[in-house]
């Protein structure tokens, strides 16, 4: 596996796979890599001729009071498992290559990002799609994958990839999940044992809630209060939402008659889970 960390090495490996006729798949992450990444980039592999692993923990897609500080990051294991794994190259930059002194300009995503985790963590979509599209502009690959996990992330990311015409194909990946129902994060590391075996509960509530909205379409809002409101009596310590949107738009659904997505965000004690599933 090459390991670079400036961006010139990063053009110059990836211009000499596309020259050489080869596709690259890009799937960048902040590290701390679990198997729902290693799905990832065994994604890539079946898909393209070479596979760029990023790692990059962003700071400007964290709020003034998150996690930036204590969040998950141990690179020489990741870069082992990713060796491992048969990633083609990682590039580990640091935060001056990436935003050098002066560094003005963000990209401003749609509506598609101002709902939902957008109105919790104002600003995280912005940081998202500016560090995206710097990826995706310096290895410029065929296609780059995301998982289901981050729904609003992955619209928010198809989004601004059409709207300025980036040329890549954006390839999303079903969520890997513990054998409990939990998905995959990097953030369950902060769970403890007690908070570690209440999380399931998230993916079971909204697969019964769904089951519930299929039954009755037409009261998806009530469903989604009572499932809030279990998520809350049974020991979550608060919840951003749980809602029925649109699987395009994110736009709540009031009705439940097109593809749709159930979405919830909710909190144990410091740790922020999300999850979401499909109708
Ligand atoms: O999903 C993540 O890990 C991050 O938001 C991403 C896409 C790597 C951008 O920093």
């Known amino acids: 596996m090459i390991i670079v960390r400036t961006i010139d090495a990063l053009r110059a490996a990836a211009s000499s796979w596309r020259r050489a006729g080869k596709t690259v798949a890009l799937i960048p992450t902040m590290g701390a890599l679990h198997e729902g990444h290693l799905s990832l980039v065994r994604l890539g592999q079946i898909i393209c001729d070479q596979t760029i692993v990023t790692i990059f923990l962003n700071p400007f897609q964290f709020g003034k009071n998150e996690d930036l500080g204590s969040y998950p990051s141990n690179l020489a294991q990741d870069t082992e498992i990713l060796k491992v794994v048969g990633?083609?190259?990682?590039?580990?930059?640091?935060?001056?290559?990436?935003?050098?002194?002066?560094?003005?300009?963000?990209?401003?995503?749609?509506?598609?990002?101002?709902?939902?985790?957008?109105?919790?963590?104002?600003?995280?979509?912005?940081?998202?799609?500016?560090?995206?599209?710097?990826?995706?502009?310096?290895?410029?690959?065929?296609?780059?994958?995301?998982?289901?996990?981050?729904?609003?992330?992955?619209?928010?990311?198809?989004?601004?990839?059409?709207?300025?015409?980036?040329p890549v194909e954006i390839v999303s990946a079903p969520t890997e999940r513990e054998p409990d129902g939990l998905a995959l994060s990097s953030r369950n590391a902060y769970l403890s044992p007690s908070e570690r075996s209440l999380a399931p509960l998230l993916y079971r509530t909204l697969c019964r809630a769904a089951e519930e909205i299929k039954a009755h379409p037409e009261t998806p809002d009530e469903i989604c209060a009572r499932a809030d409101q279990e998520l809350r009596s049974s020991g979550f310590s608060s919840v951003d939402y749980v809602t029925l949107c649109d699987s395009e738009t994110l736009e709540n659904m009031q009705f439940y008659d097109r593809p749709a997505r159930l979405l919830a965000a909710a909190n144990i004690g410091k740790t922020r889970l999300i999850d979401n599933v499909q109708l």
């Open 87 to 166: 990633a083609d190259l990682l590039f580990t930059p640091d935060d001056k290559e990436m935003y050098p002194d002066g560094f003005s300009t963000g990209i401003i995503p749609g509506p598609v990002s101002k709902t939902l985790c957008g109105a919790f963590r104002p600003g995280h979509f912005r940081g998202v799609a500016t560090i995206v599209t710097k990826l995706l502009m310096q290895s410029q690959p065929d296609k780059a994958i995301f998982g289901e996990k981050d729904y609003q992330q992955l619209l928010v990311i198809r989004k601004i990839s059409s709207d300025l015409n980036i």
